[in-house]
């Protein structure tokens, strides 16, 4: 049985080119043609989420997903197509929407539980907790227009956890709050799949996805790419959001792929084992061979060579030929080099990227660096938390009790 059924639902947005608000600009606009532009937001999507799931939805910045779980929540009609929700439902959606500021952290809490249907009996009780897993026990009757807007988001999420519904839609909740708190907020999400309870996530966090998803959908443009387990649609979606084109020029801007000044460029990155084979999904604790080709453009002296490898944002690994001790000579214009990279991938589960870069030891300047240049994915480590697998084994023998003795003293003392 599915908690939410959506069933070939389309949802488009009509957007003026020019906004009229005031009773002048509608005057004097009514002698010209207000061209508007439709959007299509969802076109034909068709999905199920079945109780006690965890499911996840991925995707790029406008490719639909938070359009999508707004229809879930009930807050936009669908223009096609037909939607099913069985039991309650809890969108986590604006966090702090409908928050006073001129109200205290208590009364605000109290107001929104009672919009997330707090129940009376519990609310004194589901109040004070959701004030102490933000951590804003001293702050309890400080208004709240005096706490950060941290502090405001922390608490407007510790609400929304309390609130008893079968069904949680969180759209990019996982980047709430500081290190400490998104450590119990990921122990509240282990608590609540141990509860089976139904959870939909929305994120860009695709190793928090592939960490608690069962199923994952990949929206692109507003239609539905691909359903299925969450690994599998993960690694799809990162080979292609994450292509890099080699053959493209190289230019310097800090939120490209690739960037530099050309003088030395990779044409070719290749993930192989130790035979040469290429893969794509490998043990815990295989060695892996990263085999990339660079042309110089110009003469270079003395370049320094380095990667990276990735989970989701953050940085697993780096290391460079610099910090080995690794004399890289003279590269004369139109030489053509292949650097070998050796590693052992003694990490957890998971899809991890690699970085590949260059640039001078003797300015610092970046000749090429290439993000996304290729990924593999680690599957089988029996390792719980954390990103290294570093290979634990556990050794028992019992001891009887004859021959457990007190430890010496060292010897008489006078």
Not at 7 to 13: G, I, L, T, W, Y
Not at 107 to 123: F, H, K
Not at 281 to 293: A, D, E, G, K, Y
Request: hydrophobic share 40%; charged share 20%; net charge negative.
């Amino acid at each position: 049985m599915n908690a939410i059924e959506v069933a070939n639902v389309s949802k488009r947005f009509r957007i003026p080119h020019e906004r009229r608000t005031t009773l002048a600009e509608r005057l004097v606009g009514m002698f010209r043609t207000n061209e508007v532009e439709t959007l299509e937001a969802l076109s034909d999507v068709s999905l199920e989420v079945p109780w006690g799931s965890f499911v996840g939805i991925i995707g790029s910045n406008g490719s639909g997903k938070s359009t999508l779980l707004k229809l879930m929540a009930g807050l936009f009609p669908p223009d096609s197509g037909r939607l099913l929700i069985q039991g309650t439902l809890v969108p986590l959606l604006e966090l702090g929407l409908g928050f006073q500021q001129e109200l205290s952290v208590r009364e605000n809490v109290e107001l929104y539980g009672s919009v997330l249907g707090y129940s009376r009996s519990a609310m004194a009780r589901k109040v004070d907790e959701a004030i102490a897993f933000a951590g804003l026990e001293r702050f309890r009757d400080a208004k709240l227009k005096s706490l950060s807007s941290g502090m405001m988001v922390r608490l407007a999420f510790a609400t929304a956890l309390r609130a008893d519904a079968d069904t949680l839609l969180l759209d990019e909740v996982m980047a709430v709050g500081d290190a400490q708190f998104q450590r119990k907020c990921i122990d509240v999400f282990h608590g609540l799949k141990r509860q089976r309870k139904t959870i939909v996530l929305v994120s860009h966090d695709l190793h928090a996805v592939q960490r608690f998803c069962d199923h994952v959908y990949w929206l692109d443009k507003g239609r539905l790419v691909m359903g299925g387990e969450a690994a599998e649609v993960v690694q799809h979606y990162l080979g292609v959001s994450q292509h890099v084109d080699l053959d493209a020029p190289t230019v310097e801007h800090d939120d490209d792929p690739r960037w530099g000044d050309g003088t030395m460029r990779f044409t070719e990155v290749n993930l192989t084992d130790d035979d040469g084979r290429p893969v794509n999904q490998v043990p815990p604790w295989s060695p892996l061979v990263l085999r990339t080709t660079i042309v110089a453009t110009a003469p270079v002296d003395e370049a320094i060579f380095g990667f990276v490898i990735w989970l989701g944002g953050d940085p697993v690994y780096s290391i460079n030929s610099y910090s080995l001790g690794m004399d890289t000579g003279r590269f004369e214009s139109g030489m053509r080099t292949q650097l070998d990279i050796r590693f052992v991938a003694a990490l957890a589960n998971g899809r991890y990227r690699v970085t590949v870069a260059v640039s001078s030891r003797l300015d610092g300047g970046m000749y090429d660096w290439v993000n996304h240049a290729g990924s593999f994915m680690v599957t089988g480590a029996r390792c719980g938390e954390g990103v290294a697998d570093l290979g634990a084994e556990f050794a028992m023998s019992h001891v009887a009790a004859a021959d457990l003795r007190a430890p010496s003293t060292g010897g008489n003392r006078s």
